[in-house]
């Protein structure tokens, strides 16, 4: 180990420079990118192939109520 002076010495003004910007860097990066990101995400054509979140909805309510009716009748011995 050594204690002269070109061992311990500062860092260069540039590197000084770039470490203080990216403290306000970073964050304004991540500021710029999220509403950039979600603007790409909203334009992005949806495949009208897919069902949409409403539709599976309806699908689960309509299939939940078939299997409470046959539980009922299952229940209550009514022949359907």
Do not use: H
Request: hydrophobic share 50%; glycine share 8%.
């Amino acid at each position: 180990m050594s204690f002269a002076p070109a061992n311990c010495a500062p860092l260069p003004d540039w590197l000084q420079f770039l470490g203080g910007l990216s403290i306000f860097g970073a964050p304004m990066l991540v500021l710029i990118l999220i509403p950039v990101l979600y603007a790409r995400r909203i334009r992005r054509p949806r495949d009208p192939a897919k069902p949409t979140f409403g539709d599976l909805v309806k699908e689960d309510l309509e299939a939940e109520r078939v299997r409470m009716r046959a539980l009922e009748d299952g229940i209550l011995g009514l022949e359907p």
